[in-house]
Structure formats: structure tokens, C-alpha cells
């Protein structure tokens, strides 16, 4: 059926080179336009839609663009209110002009001196200082900074990582305990013994170089319950506080020395953290089958990405500059339309089918998870048959794309297989991976017990980053990807029965990068195919990174990091956390019959 008219900007409609006509939809094959993509990419990658983030014009502009698209297609709103979701994301975070710092009689410099963490709460507390050495509590390894001294009330000095970083025994090495690394369980845990505030100092005995802090860079973060900044040894030092005496006792002998100072502070904190209005967008095409049109099937992508970068941006200093987001995921975007079309043009199933481009994925899944607990009437959630999500699907090398999920449900594999052979049998290379987790949408409709499928044609060297332009997309590739999903999609719309969702253990979240969140980078990106033989495949290097100098390259399979023999990509993950940036290490791979080694330096993903 025709939906109602609604107000769609006229600029927008005709800025579409692809724009469509009302009149008889056309066959469905035709929806499925490699040129027709290429220009949908083109447009949400344009810099003048500012890298879709929230927040931004073009965030706006691209929602209105995908209403008018289903609009186009014949799709009604899934919505009372229209195609548009609407709700609100947080999006950046600034300092605002209450941020102080006074160590004994010396002032420190909002900047150079000190910055308060993103997840810091907001106030002013003037306390005495005790230190807590690295701030951790870990009964189970015998440590506690907090042993026998009294921060209640008080302003806790902690310092990064953990005693004795550079020894090979010391049990914080181990990936299982890397949590107590992170600032925002030091934040916690002073906030659990009753401390008012906490100071954060780099461990400047471990580690060469200047103490610097990080610029701002206005990431948004839940706070934490506590007053919480950065500070530097030498802003210390002029207060009277002598970190690397403080440390000294403990880089001996591994044990926590935590004691008052007698110096008092006062910290006075102020960060604003900024929400902007973003939307799902969701059509809708009501099943024709009465018995199950109450069943529906979800087609979906997300359709913002990173505006001008921020935290999330992989080339920090190209902050400012607009990331188009072409393959992440104004590819995603295309090939939903393109189900959509073909769709419409089909007819109805005998399911109802949702079509939705989602909202603030980008920072955290947001969008999926606001429409799985705000579905239509019509579509609850425990009577979802199926959620195709597609994400990052615009450069299919070499055909290949995977497709995780594949064992959400019973059979649901061996049907993939069967609809990608199928004649005409697309021209594609599957790569199947079983677990429904994933960095993407499809998770939000899995841990409601919904059965996916994960469409992804891979990493690559731009993720992320100014250069995911929209010449560099496949459009043929995106276009066979699409016709996947659309025939997916269409069989468990019209199949008789249901899907029966497969619940399993879940694996580690898969990195889109195959390493981001690591905090240590080797420059390697995995094929995150399935595999039986030992090793991890790369599909590529990072340039400029530690494994493109050791001579590693797309093709290779790593074997070895360090003592750590690769079998899987879990290992790969659990080697890499088991090395801090700086450490030397001896890599191990095979290209072809041959084996090669090379000492590689890990760095710091930043």
C-alpha cells in the first residue's frame, strides 16, 4: 500500500541522482542496481552530509533521505509518528568553565597539568591525598592498595597500570587481570572504599619519553560516581609530591606501601556531557498470510558513522576532518535499500517484514537496542523469525563475504548456502561464522533470542578513518551481497514454520579491525573466516605498522607471538594482551611452505 504523504525536504529528493518515481514499482531484480548503489554510497559519503554522526546536519539529512527512499519504494511507516524513531544520544562531552586543580599551595593548569576523565562526575571536593599505589584490589592475587589505610572522604593518588609492568612473572601481566589496568576500574574501586575524588598520574618510572597528557577529545562515558582527572608527575612535584619516591618501595619488592601525605587538594570538576535528537528509520510491508503475518523478519543497517572523528576515529590526528563512512556503512545503507525494493516489488510475504536504518550504532549499538524495545504492535519480539543486518558490505574482494550468524537456528546454514546457489547462483564466496554476537547491530535482536545473519565483506586499511571514500567502494559486490540478504530474507518470510533459534556461548566480540580495544597493536587484520588449520590468515597489514615492518602481509597466517603458539583468533587476542606496547617480541608466520620470524616492537593503539 501507498503510505502517506509526509514532509520530506525538496532539496534532499532532488540531490538523489537515484531519486525514484511514483508509478509501478518495477521487476525485482532491477532494484538491485550496481550504478544505482554506487550513487546512493556517493551521496551519504559526501562530505557535505558530515560523516552522518549524531549531532551533525547530515546525520539529520541521510535519516530524512532513507524515509524518502521507502517512501519511493511503496513502503508504508512502520511508525504512528512516520518512518522516524526518534530519540536521543549522547554525543560529545566538553569541558565546561568550573575545572580546577590546587596540589598544596600550587596551582595546576586546566590542559598541560591536569584533564578530567569523560566519566568523572561533576563537583568540587578539598581533601587530604593519600596515596594507593596502582588503586587495585585483588584479594585472589593477594594485593591491595587499600590495605590498612583510611580514604574515606578523601583524594586518592593512584598511578596507571600495574606494579612491576616490566617483570614477566608479575601475575597483572596475565589478560584475565588487564582489567585492573584500566582507569575506569581505579575510578570504581576508590569510589567503593569511600574515597571523594581520585588523581590518576602516569607510572613516569616505567616509561621513557614526556609525561603528556591526551588532548581532549571529548569522549562521552557514564559516569562513574566519583570526581576523577589526570594529572602529571610534574604538576605533583610542584605541590610537593614526589611520585616516583612513592613508587620506588614497591618496583622493589612487588607489595603496596599506600599512605597519607599530609598534603591537601582541591579538585572542582565540570564536564558537560552533550545529547543530540538522531532516529531509527523503519518501514514496514505487512505480511499477506494471516496465520503468521504477525511473524516478522528485520532488515537492517546502521546509517550514521563518525562526523569528524572522535575518540572512536582511528586516525586521531585528523580529528575535525569529515569521515565519509562510504563502506561503514553508506554500503549497508545502499544494500538495505535495495532489499527493500525488490521487496516492494515482489509483493508481500507471508510474513510481515520490517525494514529499519539505524540510529547511533556507532556509539554503542544504541539504535537497535532503542527499536527492540520499542517494536510495532504488530512485530513483538518474541515472534521475530529472523534479522539480516548489513553492515560494512561494500568491498567484497575477491566475492568473499561473511556471513555470521549461521548457527542462530537450526538449519540456518545450510539455507544461506542454498539461496546464494540458487539460480542465477550469486557470485560470491562465503565465509561462515557460527556465534550471533557481534560489534553491530545483530547483537541488540540476539540477546533478545532472535536468529541473525551478520553480512560483512571484511576489514580493511580505512576503517574508520577519512580515507572510507566512496570511490573505493565494489558496487557490483555490494550489489550481490544485497541480492544475498534479499533472498534470505525472502525465504524465512515465506517458509512454513519457524526458524528455531539456536542459543550457544558466546565468543568474544569480533573487532571489526580485528584488533581495536586490544591496547596492543601488531597491524594485522584477520580473515575472520572459519578455519580448521592452525593459525590466523590476514587478509591485509595496517600501513606503517609493526607487522607491515617485519615484512607480515596480507596472505601470511601468523603462528606465533612471542611464546605463544596461534591457533585461533581467540589466542591471537589473548597473546596481544598478554604484551604491553614497547615489549619485543618474536613473530612467527608462514607464507606458503615457508616459515619466517622477525622481532617485532608492539605498540600502542591510540
Known sequence: MRPPARAVP????????CAGHAGAPPPPEAAFDPARARAEVGWLADAARTGRGVGTPGGAEAADWIAARFHDAGLAPALEGGYLQ????????????????????????????????????????????????????APDLGYDDYAGVDVKGKIVLVAQDFPREADPASPFRDPRHYRFSEWRYKAINARDHGAAAILGVRDVWGHDGPDDLPPWRGQVSSRAGILAARVTAAALGRGGVDVRALAAAGE??????????????????EVRHERAPTANVVAILPGRDPAVAGECVVVGAHHDHLGFGGDASLAPEQTGTVHPGADDNASGVAALLAVARAFAAEGPARRTVLFAAFGAEELGLLGSAHLVKNLPA?????????????????RARGGKVYVDGADTAKGLREEVRAVADRAPRLPLVLAFGGDGYGPSDHTSFY?????????FTGAHADYHRPSDTADKIDAEGLAAVARLAYRAARDAADRDGRLEVVRAAAAPPRERTGERGYGTYLGAIPDFAERTDPGVLLTGVRPGSPAERAGIAGGDVLL?????????????????RSHRPGDLVEVEWSRGAERRTAQVKLEERR
Open 252 to 269: 622493589v619488592d612487588g607489595r603496596p606501601h599506600p599512605r597519607a601525605l599530609g598534603v591537601r587538594a582541591r579538585l572542582e570538576v
Open 10 to 17: 525538496v532539496a534532499l529528493v532532488l540531490a538523489a541522482a
Open 447 to 455: 540477546a533478545r533470542g532472535v536468529p541473525v545473519l551478520f553480512l
Open 560 to 576: 606465533r607471538v612471542g611464546p605463544t603458539r596461534i591457533m585461533n583468533l581467540q589466542d591471537l587476542a589473548f597473546a596481544l
Open 86 to 137: 526518534r530519540f536521543e544520544a549522547p554525543f560529545r562531552a566538553t569541558l565546561e568553565k568550573r575545572n580546577a586543580l590546587t596540589i598544596g599551595a600550587a596551582a595546576a593548569t586546566l590542559g598541560p597539568d591536569f584533564l578530567p576523565f569523560g566519566f568523572s562526575d561533576d563537583g568540587a571536593v578539598e581533601a587530604e591525598v593519600v596515596f594507593a599505589g596502582y588503586g587495585i584490589t
Open 378 to 394: 504488530r512485530c513483538p519480539v518474541d515472534r521475530l523469525q529472523l534479522m539480516v543486518n548489513l553492515d560494512m558490505v561494500g
